[in-house]
């Protein structure tokens, strides 16, 4: 499971121009679900996130969590994360999760965050999204949960 942050002012997913999904202070994460992922990556990725600490304190440095600001997270799932690349010039797709698996681990993920006292939106999955955001810093990781 590959789970690519960006710390954020805002974040908003649309489909179809219409709004589906928007947050403020918080974290906007893209999510891949890959073959052979568990609820034990999904555990691991939304614990470690929420107490990631990305954030800035009093004193401009980065020592407090999503869940210390209270903030939201905007989860929107993306496949292409687990694209393969390497060979050709078409990404390959075969490293990703069935849609059916993929759409379990990605509302699992989202229930665990919520579990954490996270607040959560989410994007459609599976749908043509936009998702627009405000980059604050640009603070961005990528997390992997192998």
């Not at 906007?28 to 691991?44: H, M, N, Q, T, Y």
């Not at 020592?63 to 078409?90: E, H, M, P, Y």
């Not at 699992?108 to 604050?136: H, W």
Request: proline share 3%; hydrophobic share 40%; aromatic share 6%.
């Amino acid at each position: 499971m590959i789970a690519v942050i960006q710390r954020v002012q805002k974040a908003e997913v649309r489909i179809a121009g219409r709004s589906c999904a928007k947050i403020g202070n918080g974290l906007c994460i893209l999510l891949g679900v890959a073959k052979g992922d568990s609820e034990k990556d999904a555990d691991f990725l939304a614990d470690k996130i929420s107490g990631l600490r990305i954030f800035a304190d009093e004193a401009g440095k980065m020592n407090r969590s999503l869940t210390d600001i209270k903030g939201a997270a905007l989860v929107v799932s993306q496949f292409t994360l687990c694209g393969d690349w390497r060979k050709g010039r078409r990404p390959g797709f075969t490293n990703a999760a069935d849609p059916e698996e993929g759409e379990r681990l990605y509302t699992y993920f989202c229930e665990k965050l919520r579990a954490l006292s996270i607040p959560v939106q989410t994007g459609e999955f599976g749908a043509m999204m936009q998702v627009s955001l405000i980059n604050d810093g640009p603070v961005t990781f990528v997390l992997d949960s192998r």
